[in-house]
């Protein structure tokens, strides 16, 4: 197991860490029934650059509980830093959020 780790380093390419590197997460609470879900945006393959050469993204977000949509348009510079946002059916909200959401157990 060593010998793999010193050829190919301590993470596996496709580990979710190297995974992370490469994407944007954010969490949306949708209005419909409140179900909160993981949104990953991949840098290298989600966004694209509008008519002044600004990345953006646009995704429909379908929640696994009550299957409601939310929308959001997010703008980023050159360095993938966030600016502006919008949504559409739902909020924004934080991971810690979604963390508790997921220790729930269905009624």
């Known amino acids: 197991m ?15 860490a190297s995974e992370e ?5 954010y969490y949306v609470k949708g209005n ?18 509008d008519d002044e050469e600004m990345l953006f993204v646009r995704k429909v977000i379908v ?10 348009e997010m703008r980023f510079d050159e ?7 919008s949504i559409t059916g ?3 909200v934080e991971r810690d959020e979604w963390e508790a959401q997921q220790t729930e157990k269905p009624a």
């Not at 060593?2 to 596996?12: M, N």
């Not at 590197?21 to 997460?25: G, S, T, Y």
């Not at 929640?63 to 959001?72: F, L, M, R, S």
């Not at 360095?79 to 946002?85: C, Q």
């Open 2 to 16: 060593s010998f793999f780790r010193k050829l190919f380093g301590s993470a596996p390419k496709n580990s979710a």
């Open 21 to 25: 590197h490469n994407a944007l997460v």
């Open 32 to 49: 419909k029934c409140g179900a909160i879900t993981r949104v990953r945006i991949d840098k290298r393959n989600d966004l694209s650059r």
């Open 63 to 72: 929640d696994g509980k009550c299957y409601g949509q939310v929308e959001i």
């Open 79 to 85: 360095a993938f830093r966030e600016l502006s946002r």
């Open 90 to 92: 739902g909020v924004f």
